[in-house]
């Protein structure tokens, strides 16, 4: 008998025969995400081989949802920066290039506080990324509390791990 889908609970993990339910929010953070800085090591590798700059930042807001928080800088990013959410354990959920998540509103509304935004700005030196930085934190008043950190490869490491560990500051 094949097992029935956990519709009722959309997808807040297993029910109580211990069944992981489909369709729902942790199905699509197990098949959607990535290690950020497997993400990162992608974008090293990309520039190494072209001689290139890349920077990598990280937001958070004390006082705005992710959703808002997400909304605000998708519009302030480029079509070529890859743009993402980095959840508690470090996986990287990319945001797609129309700028939406595949999460959809509702799930984003239910994450949790503790998430960041990722941004990779590739080809992009310290003063392409402090231009870049400048024009998305002025979407922001100061009691919004958000702040942003980040790390220019090669100058600040050359390493994923340092880099993501910079950015998160």
Known sequence: MPEERCSEMQGNGP???????EGGLNDWLQRTAWPFEEVV???????ERYSHYFVVALLRSERLAIS???GFVALATRG???LGLVDPEGRYHLVGADRESAMGAEALRRLADDW???IIFPETDRGDAAAAL???MSSFTVDDGVSVKCAVYPEDGTSPKDLVSIAAG
Request: include cysteine; charged fraction near 40%.
């Open 15 to 21: 029910d109580e025969s211990g069944r992981r339910c």
């Open 41 to 47: 090591q992608l974008e090293q590798r990309r520039s």
């Open 68 to 70: 808002d928080l997400l």
């Open 80 to 82: 070529s920066d890859i």
């Open 116 to 118: 960041r935004i990722g």
């Open 134 to 136: 400048t024009r998305i």
